[in-house]
């Protein structure tokens, strides 16, 4: 859909009776919204751009609608549902014979696949491919946040886990999401970056012993800021009102945009994030206090062992 074409959208667009329309883009795909919004004016709809920073389908730009009939999202697939948001995923196409490059690090016969949103319209061909070579390939059904078969999302493994399989291929690009699929799963994960060719067993050990030199230091905190998200995928209120209630030095903050600056400025000891769980496990080293997963703040409160570690997704 994204190579241009709108006249699936505009059809959409005129069943449900849309006159003004907003356009919003993830940040890697932001220059298309010129020729995207050309297009649609040329269809005669008045049309308006997101130009804030969007990191995916739970970020969405919800103000437009004070002013739009409908909010088109491209390059995701929803992960609640709205009924003003038209939801376009971006298609990135490789050609699967590439899967050849995994085959000598796969240990099993029994494999569960799973890849991101940019590649689910390959996993039928990806799965041909794997049985071809004698690979029995399991792929999980879509539900929740992940709706394609396959699909996994930073904040969500569960396609990984409802394989049945002892180990799994992540197909794509980027080592966070095979590395939260290891920790999730606790099971073997072989990533294979599908442009670059390159394969590699990924572990989550160098991960787990950063995530435990953060939790140490925060152990020293005598305040504690609990990060509850305003954004429509994010906001996770009843997790954050419990997690405020361990601890009599903790607040719930709300925020929009999590960084570091404003961090600083409201000078607690420590944070805990329950907005998207990248922001912990990513950007740590950018923060200038320990920013902890929902998981590791009821470790340093004594509510959960190290032994029961896990990442933080977002059922």
């Given at each position: 859909m994204l ?9 959409e667009?005129?069943?449900r009776g849309a006159?003004?329309?907003a ?5 890697g ?10 297009g ?5 709809f008045?049309?308006m751009?997101?130009g804030?920073p969007c ?25 609640d549902?709205?009924d003003?948001?038209?939801f376009?995923p971006?298609?990135?196409?490789f050609d699967?014979?590439?899967?050849k490059?995994a ?9 569960g ?7 689910v319209?390959l996993?039928?061909?990806m799965e041909?491919f794997?049985?071809?070579q004698?690979?029995d390939a399991?792929v999980?059904?879509g539900?929740?946040?992940?709706p394609?078969?396959?699909q996994?999302l930073?904040?969500?493994f569960?396609?990984?886990k ?8 992540y197909?794509?690009t ?7 699929i290891?920790?999730s ?7 294979l970056?599908?442009l670059s ?5 990924v572990?989550?050990e160098?991960l ?9 230091k ?7 800021g609990?990060?509850?998200s305003?954004?429509s995928?994010q906001a996770r209120?009843?997790?954050a009102?419990r997690l ?10 709300t925020?929009?945009e999590v ?5 600083t ?5 420590c944070?805990v994030?329950t ?8 950007d740590q080293v950018?923060f200038p206090?320990?920013?902890?997963s929902p ?15 896990t990442?933080?997704e977002?059922?």
């Amino acid at each position: 859909m994204l190579s241009g074409d709108i006249s699936e959208l505009t059809r959409e667009l005129k069943r449900r009776g849309a006159r003004r329309v907003a356009l919003q883009f993830p940040e890697g795909l932001k220059r298309k919204a010129s020729g995207y919004a050309a297009g649609l004016r040329e269809a005669g709809f008045d049309v308006m751009v997101s130009g804030d920073p969007c990191y995916g389908a739970c970020d969405l730009a919800l103000d437009t609608l004070a002013d739009a009939d409908v909010l088109v999202h491209l390059g995701h697939t929803p992960v609640d549902n709205q009924d003003r948001v038209i939801f376009i995923p971006y298609s990135v196409d490789f050609d699967v014979t590439i899967l050849k490059k995994a085959l000598p690090l796969l240990k099993e016969k029994t494999v569960g696949l799973v890849t991101t949103v940019q590649h689910v319209h390959l996993v039928p061909a990806m799965e041909e491919f794997l049985r071809s070579q004698g690979i029995d390939a399991r792929v999980a059904e879509g539900r929740g946040r992940t709706p394609c078969r396959g699909q996994v999302l930073g904040c969500s493994f569960t396609a990984a886990k409802d394989t049945g399989a002892d180990e799994i291929l992540y197909v794509g690009t980027g080592l966070f999401h095979p590395i939260g699929i290891a920790l999730s799963t606790k099971k073997r994960v072989v990533a294979l970056d599908p442009l670059s060719g390159i394969a590699s067993e990924v572990s989550g050990e160098t991960l787990l012993r950063r995530r435990f030199a953060v939790i140490e230091k925060a152990k020293a905190a005598t305040s504690t800021g609990i990060i509850l998200s305003t954004k429509s995928g994010q906001a996770r209120k009843e997790l954050a009102e419990r997690l405020a209630a361990l601890s009599p030095g903790a607040v719930i903050v709300t925020m929009k945009e999590v960084s570091p600056d404003e961090l600083t400025n409201l000078g607690f000891g420590c944070y805990v994030n329950t907005a998207c769980p990248r922001l912990a496990y990513d950007d740590q080293v950018r923060f200038p206090v320990p920013v902890l997963s929902p998981q590791e703040f009821e470790i340093v409160c004594g509510k959960r062992s190290w032994d029961d570690y896990t990442v933080d997704e977002i059922p």
